[in-house]
T-cell receptor, first 116, second 113 residues
């Protein structure tokens, strides 16, 4: 079974630009979550989608947005990039439906974004 | 609020040494607790989990016990190997209504031959 796929793996942008990152979850998984990982702030939750609906959102400015498509693939977008947005962006997929016991999240390898 | 406090690193050990990485949490209700591992250049892998008090999670020689009375979930391994060198994250999920994980700051483990 293929794992979580994230594209691109590496990205270099300049301040003020915008960027779109893509995540393809494991086949059959309907929930996708995004995290930002930086040396200073560690791993921080960005947002979570289930069946094309945003279920939960972290404490990030409105420049960070996301969406999920009917095939469960997800994208996140960052507009007006700042130097501090340089980070590893991780996507995780999960089979879990709303409610019920917790199921394992499977993480992708991440997209390394560098903002110059 | 919900949070995870994790032992500062880096932790440097010789091969076959005993490993403990401390993790304590603050949460309302009864969270599920996890240890994730991140190898260089890779994403996170679930190492082990425990979903209720006194549960012991174990995998690949690693163990952690969910201690509600001390709000702790310390990671242990009896004999580490060079291949265990990685960053270890303690995390919690506080609600069945979300998959959101709250992570500790991570502990870098370096095992020397």
């Amino acid at each position: 079974k293929a794992g979580v796929t994230q594209t691109p793996r590496y990205l270099i942008k300049t301040r003020g630009q915008q960027v779109t990152l893509s995540c393809s979850p494991i086949s059959g998984h309907r929930s996708v979550s995004w995290y930002q990982q930086t040396p200073g702030q560690g791993l921080q939750f960005l947002f979570e989608y289930f069946s094309e609906t945003q279920r939960n959102k972290g404490n990030f400015p409105g420049r960070f947005s996301g969406r999920q498509f009917s095939n469960s693939r997800s994208e996140m977008n960052v507009s007006t990039l700042e130097l501090g947005d340089s980070a590893l962006y991780l996507c995780a997929s999960n089979l879990k439906n709303q409610g019920g016991s917790y199921n394992e999240q499977f993480f992708g390898p991440g997209t390394r974004l560098t903002v110059l | 609020g919900n949070s995870v406090t994790q032992m500062e690193g880096p932790v440097t050990l010789s091969e076959e040494a005993f490993l403990t990485i401390n993790c304590t949490y603050t949460a309302t209700g009864y969270p599920s607790l996890f240890w994730y591992v991140q190898y260089p250049g890779e994403g996170l892998q679930l190492l082990l989990k425990a979903t209720k008090a006194d549960d012991k999670g174990s995998n690949k020689g690693f163990e952690a016990t969910y201690r509600k009375e001390t709000t702790s979930f310390h990671l242990e391994k009896g004999s580490v190997q060079v291949s265990d060198s990685a960053v270890y994250f303690c995390a919690l999920n506080y609600s069945g209504a979300t998959n959101k994980l709250i992570f500790g700051t991570g502990t870098l483990l370096a095992v020397q031959p």
